[in-house]
Structures are given as C-alpha cells and as structure tokens.
C-alpha cells in the first residue's frame, strides 16, 4: 500500500525558508511522478510542483509560476523521499501541503489534483511575522 509522510513544516517568518519532506513507503518511489499541492481552508487545492519519475521518464520538474525561482524540488529515490525547497517565503505561501503520487508523469498542468491516485496527509507551513 502506497503511503506517505509529510514533515518539515512549520512557523517561518516572511523571507525565511524550509524544506519538506515526503518520505514514502510500500512503494519503488523512482516509478512515481511526485507533486506537491497545498491548500487554505475554504480554497481549492493548488498545484505548486512536480517531479516526474527517474525511472521510466526523465526526473523533469515543472512549478507553478506563483513559486517559480523559490522552491526547489529534488528527490533521492534511494532514501525514498522527495523534497521541497522553499525560499524567500512570503505569507501568500501559509497553506497546508500535500504530497501526491502518480506512476511515471506529472500531470500536463501542474494545477491538475485529480491526475494524482495518491495522497498523503499534508503537513502545515505558516508564514507570519
């Protein structure tokens, strides 16, 4: 069974960075596609960026261009975990994120929740002075 960790979130101030995590198991996550989406209540999800799989596409990342030039996202499939960078955070960016899978692609948009099969729980980023 496909599962998921997110970690790594927190309390930042404006212009501070962090980095996620999404540590996967009962799973070869190199197969996956691997997007990070996030969410504020009473909103709908967004895409924020993805990574295809290494094995079996080519490891490309796209971003969504509210993001572009601050996050990062990277993987290591041998400790099974894709990253997300984030700097020069802003308040805009205060959601909870989720990690999603999907075998091979990211999706053609990276604002395409429902391309994904499988999710994790999320993990909460606040960014405030």
């Known amino acids: 069974q496909l599962q998921f960790v997110e970690s790594g979130g927190g309390l930042v101030q404006p212009g501070g960075s962090l980095r996620l995590s999404c540590a996967a198991s009962?799973?070869?996550?190199?197969?996956?596609?691997i997007a990070w989406f996030r969410q504020v209540p009473g909103k709908e999800r967004e895409g924020v960026s993805c990574i295809s799989s290494s094995e079996g596409s080519d490891g490309s990342t796209n971003y969504a261009d509210s993001v572009k030039g601050r996050f990062t996202i990277s993987r290591d499939d041998a400790k099974n975990t894709v990253y997300l960078q984030m700097n020069i955070l802003k308040p805009e960016d205060t959601a909870r994120y989720y990690c999603?899978?999907?075998?091979?692609?990211?999706?053609?948009?990276?604002?395409?929740?429902?391309?994904?099969?499988?999710w994790g729980q999320g993990t909460q980023v606040t960014v405030s002075s």
């Open positions: 009962g799973f070869t996550l190199g197969h996956y596609a």
């Open positions: 999603a899978a999907q075998y091979l692609y990211c999706s053609a948009y990276v604002d395409t929740p429902s391309w994904y099969t499988h």
